[in-house]
């Protein structure tokens, strides 16, 4: 009988021991902070840090048109879409230009024959399209594609 008594004594001890020591608690509750954490913060960070990423690539890509132009002025900005078309062959293809067009004195309006007048412009625009995962709502309030303007003076 006192062998039995002894057992019980020890598993109650040994009882004890285990939930005054709860380390293992921490292992159990670790893989839901951690599907917390990524759904919570990493992927909607992602989401942003691309979205920056293509903007950037983007704003770049418009930079760079406008630099490889900048240097190669059209002769005549009266007729100018034999320049106009080679100008857009040096474009970037993930970003495609749009809406290019020389503009000539302050009015905006766009050179011709009639309108040669200084300074001179040319202006331009890429489109983005972000695919957000989790963010839709808050990146593509009306749509998830959005414009970027360029304008630089040739002289």
């Not at 902070?33 to 759904?39: A, Y």
Request: proline fraction near 5%.
């Amino acid at each position: 009988m006192t062998k039995v008594c002894d057992c019980r004594a020890r598993l109650r001890r040994r009882k004890d021991f285990f939930l005054a020591d709860q380390r293992g608690a921490v292992a159990l509750e670790m893989p839901v902070i951690t599907i917390f954490l990524i759904f919570s913060l990493l992927l909607p960070l992602a989401d942003v840090a691309i979205a920056g990423f293509q903007f950037i690539s983007a704003w770049g890509a418009l930079r760079g048109f406008g630099q490889s132009i900048q240097y190669s002025p059209p002769t005549d900005f009266a007729n100018s879409s034999s320049w106009t078309s080679s100008a857009l062959a040096k474009a970037d293809s993930k970003h495609p230009i749009s809406n290019f067009k020389l503009v000539c004195g302050d009015s905006g309006v766009a050179c011709s024959t009639a309108n040669t007048a200084s300074p001179k412009y040319y202006s331009y625009q890429t489109t983005v399209t972000l695919a957000p995962m989790l963010l839709k709502a808050v990146l593509c309030s009306p749509s998830c594609s959005f414009t970027l303007s360029y304008s630089e003076r040739f002289q």
